[in-house]
């Protein structure tokens, strides 16, 4: 409580901004995502590393858009990109070379040959699931159990589970994600543990025999919205076998992955190629942009005309223009060793700070993307992720981060995002934070 006032104290304009914004603008904001209660916190603007929010508090940014900002805010090779897309023309819905160059500089970093944009992360995961389905003729997806894929109404299922039933990890119940999902729907979604091959054959035999065979497994190789969870040895080329021998389409959601984990997502840092690959996030320096990776095979669906992957706004040129220059001159080499470091870096902090106060958690990332995980044991799945739930103590690392200049994602599912503005004084002031709160807690 203390901390909580501490933080409304120094919101007052924010919480003016919210009087007028929520007139007329659902909850005074433009997404649920970007609630906070009691208001949310306005902000002012970005640079770099960090952000100022319109009371004036300065934050390390360690949230960076939900982890799209790896390129850092303002940075001036997005601008420039920007800026000499803008006076020749911002929209046409036709296609320009900044397209095909960008898809093969795709190729060249996840190994799929063909692909397509879409404006979102959801648009992506929603279009590749349906490409799947046509390439299989088949209805039924498999997901795993408390992933996050978009708002779409296929993979708002499972998401938060009943855990209170975790005694069968296998059969969780299926939940939709709010409201408004059609109930007919829900059961084509198919939920299963991750980090378990033998369960996921185990269930496709059942659909099969159900004559429910899925047309797709939707995965994150590496999951990133239960804190990170990375695959144990050997499980990801189980699962590419067994979807293979099944005829299942394999899709890696790189949304979150993809560009921040390392140059070739969680396909190459991982070494297991699947069938098609989504992405968004990181791709565009903070324009919105998805893209979907595939097989010659699997994208003949599209190129047949079977599949309608369409959008006004797909492929807009500044959006193309801002993926082009993030990869080619931002994404380097250089990047992703800085990213590797300074990441190194913050996690032995975390992880000194864990050890110096007994505290109940460890430190995990890879690339740009990092977390302490609040839990004494290892995890691994959904139920040993829900078993370890510390939103108690997650919660006062979110005011103290916030409370001590480190702007962060409140929630356990996420982490931190570096960019290539971050630097060790970020770290520290990270790591500082993090201490003073186990600090508290412990003492
Ligand atoms: N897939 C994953 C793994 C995500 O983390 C997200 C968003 O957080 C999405 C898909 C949806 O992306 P978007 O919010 O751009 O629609």
Redesign the pocket.
């Known amino acids: 409580a203390r901390e909580g006032a501490k933080l409304d104290a120094r919101l007052g304009k924010s919480r003016e901004m919210y009087g007028k914004a929520r007139e007329h603008l659902c909850n005074g904001v433009a997404s649920s995502y970007q609630l906070r209660d009691p208001w949310p916190i306005y902000v002012d603007h970005g640079q770099g590393a960090k952000l100022w929010d319109v009371d004036g508090n300065e934050y390390y940014d360690f949230h960076n858009g939900?982890g799209a900002m790896v390129q850092g805010h303002g940075n001036p090779i997005i601008g420039e990109a920007i800026a000499e897309r803008f006076p020749k023309g911002t929209h046409f819905a036709l296609p320009d070379e900044d397209d095909f160059v960008v898809a093969d500089e795709l190729t060249q970093r996840f190994g799929l040959p063909k692909w397509r944009f879409t404006n979102?992360?959801?648009e992506a995961?929603m279009d590749a699931i349906r490409i799947a389905r046509a390439y299989t003729h088949r209805d039924h997806i498999m997901k795993i159990f408390g992933s996050?894929?978009?708002?779409h109404d296929a993979v708002m299922v499972s998401i938060v589970g009943d855990y209170e039933n975790i005694g069968d990890k296998n059969h969780l119940k299926k939940i939709p994600y709010g409201a408004g999902i059609p109930k007919s729907l829900v059961p084509l979604t198919v939920p299963v543990p991750f980090n378990d091959a033998d369960a996921l054959e185990a269930r496709i035999r059942e659909m099969e025999t159900d004559d429910e065979a899925p047309a797709c497994l939707i995965m994150?190789a590496c999951l990133?919205?239960m804190s990170i969870v990375p695959p144990e040895p050997g499980y990801l080329e189980k699962v590419r076998e067994i979807t293979k021998r099944h005829g299942i389409v394999l899709i890696f959601?790189e949304?979150?992955t993809g560009l921040t984990i390392g140059p070739g997502g969680a396909t190459k840092l991982f070494g297991v190629t699947p069938d098609m690959v989504t992405m968004?996030?990181a791709l565009s320096g903070g324009l919105p942009m998805?893209a979907i990776g595939g097989t010659d095979e699997v994208m003949s669906v599209v190129e047949s005309g079977e599949v309608y992957q369409v959008g006004t706004y797909s492929g807009n040129p500044l959006c193309v223009a801002a993926a082009r220059a993030n990869l080619e001159k931002v994404l380097t080499p250089e990047a992703y060793k800085h990213f590797d470091e300074l990441n190194s870096y913050l996690m032995e902090g975390c992880t000194e700070v864990v050890k110096k106060y007994d505290f109940p958690g460890y430190s995990i990332g890879f690339g740009a993307k990092g977390c302490v995980t609040f839990s004494p044991h290892k995890i691994v799945d959904y139920v040993t992720f829900k078993q370890g739930q510390r939103t108690d103590v997650n919660q006062l690392c979110w005011l103290y981060a916030m409370n001590n200049g480190v702007f962060m994602t409140p929630g356990r599912e996420e982490e931190w995002t570096l960019s290539v503005a971050h630097d060790k004084a970020a770290c520290d002031a990270y790591i500082e934070a993090f201490a003073r709160m186990a600090h508290d807690v412990t003492e």
């Open positions: 939900f979102s992360g959801s995961t996050y894929h978009g708002h994150e990133m919205n959601d949304v979150k968004a996030k998805g």
